[in-house]
Each structure stands twice: as C-alpha cells, then as structure tokens.
C-alpha cells in the first residue's frame, strides 16, 4: 500500500510540474532547475528565463511545491521586467537587431537582408517595415515545407518586433511568433526558428527530448543556431 501511495504522490507531482511549465512556458519563461551546494531552494528571474537552485538532497515534491507558491510572482515580475528591459534598449545595429549602445535614436545604417548586403541604408522604422514584408512572404511556404517534418502544425504564425529572442510559442494555442529581425539573417536561420518552436509543440520545455525532436527534423540545426546566439542569447 505505501508503494502504491508513493507511485500516485509521484504521478501528482509530475503533473503538476508539467502544469507549471505549461503556464510559464505561456508567459515566455524557460524554467531551469539545478541542485547546488545550497541550503535552501532560491529563485533567480531573468528575462525568458526563471531559475532554481536547491540543495541536493531536496525532495522533487518539495521543489515543486516550492515553485509552485512562486508561480504567481515570476509571472507578474516578469512582465515588469520585461518592460525595463524594453525602456532600457537602444535602436538597431548593421545587421537589424537592436544593441545597447547609445545610438541616435532612428540612425540611418547599412542593410542586409537574409544575411546578405543589399547596398542601402535605411532607418529602424523602414528597415522593420521591409522586414516584416519579406518574413510575411514566406511564411507560408516555409510553414508548409517544416510542419509536416516536425509533424506539429500551428493554428497561427505572427511576426513580432521582439529585443531578446528570435521566436516563441503558446503551446496551448498553438500560436507561434517570429522576430521581425529574421530577415537580417541567413533564411536558414529563420527555418531553424520555426522548427524550434514547431518542436515546442512536442516538448514545451527544452529538455534532451525537445533537442532531439530539433535534430531529427534540422540535423543541421547546430550552425543556424550557433548564428543566432551570437547577437542574442536566447531562441524560446
């Protein structure tokens, strides 16, 4: 009886922790857990990104219940967060992505456009705006080509003007969001986003599972990402 007591206490726990990722991964959070050399369970939130260090000899229930009773305070200071950071960015770069240098506020700067130099100079707001015409061009196709590999289809694809990642997805709505900024890139970069938030219909977090859904549908992934992660830290 206190097998069976401990397999359901275990299968609870399990579901719950799927419920949180769930409703972080909706508010574009990434949970990561580690066990440390702690004491106690601490939280650290970035931006995308929510934290958690725990002893080692700290019961996954406990974690849980833990995370649990944070849930609604990383979400709302997220939001907070995510807010500063945006008043904080500067505007554009050569390649198209916002940096952090004090920039004039709209400077004319060379263009490329998937990852090639188009000779022209244009201001963020005509950039963007060419940008988002491409993107929005081959959206369709590239949806068609990949959902079928990844065998995970979305009920819609958005472009959005994000600073600190290159796509997301609402697994539950099934919504995926794409960087306008893509296009400043290789176009192999902007396949590589849309099978990584494909994959997410999958595996909601980014566990070994979800990496392995990404390289059998881009065995290649590797190197578009690697592009990625050199102007931004995060693809979610």
């Known amino acids: 009886m206190m097998r069976l007591h401990r397999r359901d206490r275990q299968a609870q ?28 369970i601490n939280f650290r939130l970035k931006p995308n990104r929510l934290s958690v260090s725990a002893p080692y ?6 974690i849980i219940f833990a995370l649990s009773k944070r849930l609604d305070w990383a979400i709302n200071q997220h939001a907070v967060l995510l807010k500063r950071q945006q008043l904080k960015q500067q ?24 990852g090639k130099p188009q000779g022209l100079v244009m201001g963020e707001a005509e950039r963007l705006s060419w940008y988002r015409q491409e993107l929005q061009s081959v959206i369709p196709s590239l949806f068609a080509k990949w959902q079928p590999i990844v065998g995970a289809y979305a009920n819609e694809m958005r472009i959005k ?4 990642r290159w796509g997301s997805c609402n697994t539950r709505a099934k919504r995926i969001w794409l960087s306008v900024y893509l296009p400043a890139y290789p176009f ?24 392995h859904e990404v390289q059998r549908a881009m065995p290649d992934y590797k190197h578009w990402h690697g592009i990625l992660a050199g102007k931004l830290d995060v693809v979610d």
């Open 161 to 164: 003007k994000m600073h600190t």
């Open 188 to 211: 192999e970069c902007t396949e590589y986003v849309i099978v990584h938030e494909l994959c997410h219909l999958h595996q909601a977090n980014h566990s070994p599972a979800f990496w």
């Open 91 to 114: 505007q554009g770069d050569t390649s198209g992505v916002p940096d952090k240098s004090n920039a004039e506020p709209n400077p004319l700067q060379p263009v490329t456009l998937w």
């Open 57 to 62: 000899y700290a019961e996954d229930e406990d």
């Open 13 to 40: 726990t399990q579901l719950i922790y799927q419920n949180l990722i769930q409703l972080l991964a909706e508010a574009d959070i990434e949970l990561r857990i580690t066990r440390k050399r702690v004491k106690n």
